[in-house]
Each structure stands twice: as C-alpha cells, then as structure tokens.
C-alpha cells in the first residue's frame, strides 16, 4: 500500500506498441456494510495509469484471480469461475476469457444465489433472502437491455452475467463490472417511496450499468473523458433502452426531471 511503480521504455515504445506486465500481488481486505465485501482496483491487485490519464487501456489484461476465504461465504467476480473447499476454507478462482480492464471482487454472509435466463445470457442473481421481491423482474429488465444494446451496438460481450443486491443506499444505485453488475438493494425490495419504486427506474438502473460493460469496459476516452463518457453514455443509452422497451410515455418524466434541473 502507498508504493508506485514507474516505468520507463528506452527506447521508448512506437505509438500504437503493446507489452506484457505480470503482477504477482497478496493483499487482504475487510468487511464493509454487515459483512458485504467489495474489493477493487489498488486493494485487489495494482492499477497502471498512462502519463496521458488514462485508467482503461494499459490496464486492459487477463487478470486471473484467486481468493481464498472461510467457509459461509459466496463471491462474485469477472470471467469463468472454478471454486473448491476444504477444511472450513473456500478457493475461488476466475479466469477472464479475453483481457479485462477492471474487475472486483463482491460478496458476503448470507447471500444465495438464484439461476435465471436473460435470453442466451446465463444469469446468476446473488441476493440476501428478504431482499428477492423484485429478482424476477431484475432479470427480465437485464434480458431486455442487453437485447437493446446487442441490437444497438453489436451482440452483449458475456454470456454469463451475475447480477448482485448491494447495501447500496440513494448515493450509489449500482456498479457495472465486466459480467457483474452491482445494484442497490432497494431496486431489489422496493417499497421506499422514491423513485426505485417505479418499474421503468428500476430499468433504467439495470440498463445503465449494463451499458458500462461496453462503455469503458471495451472503450473508453482517455484522462477526464473516460469518466464523462462513459457516464454519459451510460445514462443515454439507459434511456433509450426504457423508451424501446416501455415506450415513450415512461420516458417523459425523467426528461421532466432534467427540464427542471
């Protein structure tokens, strides 16, 4: 923790020139919010940024990862998932199939996880029981946006996705890893009195953090604009996903929202 790498080519690599950079890295972590766990870039392995800014593309590789833990928990990650256990410990390891820019690590006590089918997308949805009001809808909003972005872009990146219920309150509604999406609890049990209790919200969010898998997960602008843009698309597409799947009524009162900001 606190110590940086600088590295330095001579002769200096041509523009456009890939290299290789292995990391052997052990870190620990610790329990955030009644034993949720979420680790990330500069706690799970280190991160590179260019001297242009720019986070995505030079962190862009096959990041293999194993996690061991007690016995009780269940994790989710990137990429394709074997896990063993023995003697009360349990060893997860994922292997991305092609090189990521970003990964986490999420998971905790309690959870369980419920086999779903988004179209041709396998879908594991890792909830806490009492928080599953609304999983089945969840998953139909996700078959449904990457079916829009699939028809929009090209065809959804992963054909295996976990989609997760976070303690998450108002301030962080979801986070979008490649094959993972995080999403507030309170799109999962409704029942705030806020805007999560509407069905076309609750796309949105899906749709938004799902559109994150392209954007920047696959592009990405360089410095500042890699968060504005991906940001920004996110949210766009987000919206275009709710007017085509529930038409364009449901999508006047966020662009009301915006009018009066």
Do not use: C
Request: charged share 15%.
């Amino acid at each position: 923790e606190g110590f940086y790498i600088i590295l330095n080519f001579n002769p200096a690599l041509a523009p456009g020139a890939t290299g290789t950079l292995t990391f052997e890295y052990e870190g620990e972590t610790w329990d955030l919010w009644d034993e949720f766990i979420w680790v990330a870039v500069g706690d799970l392995y280190p991160g590179i940024a260019s001297p242009f800014g720019d986070f995505y593309t030079p962190n862009r590789s096959s990041l293999r990862t194993t996690v061991t833990i007690p016995s009780g928990y269940l994790l989710a990650s990137s990429g394709r998932l074997t896990r063993q256990e023995a003697g009360g410990i349990q060893t997860y390891q994922w292997a991305p199939g092609e090189p990521l820019a970003s990964i986490g690590v999420v998971g905790g006590k309690g959870y369980v996880s419920l086999a779903r089918k988004a179209g041709e997308i396998d879908l594991a949805m890792v909830v806490r029981p009492g928080y599953d009001r609304f999983a089945d809808q969840i998953a139909e909003f996700t078959k449904q946006s990457a079916d829009f972005l699939s028809r929009l872009l090209y065809a959804f990146p992963h054909n295996q996705l976990t989609v997760m219920s976070a303690p998450f309150d108002r301030g962080l509604l979801g986070i979008g890893y490649p094959g993972l999406l995080m999403i507030t609890d309170l799109a999962f049990v409704g029942g705030t009195g806020g805007l999560l209790d509407r069905d076309s919200f609750r796309l949105l969010v899906i749709a938004h953090e799902a559109t994150h898998t392209y954007f920047p997960h696959q592009t990405s602008g360089r410095g500042i604009a890699a968060v504005w843009m991906s940001e920004g698309f996110a949210e766009y597409l987000g919206l275009m996903a709710v007017e085509s799947v529930m038409g364009r009524a449901a999508l006047q009162p966020f662009m009301a929202r915006t009018q009066v900001a």
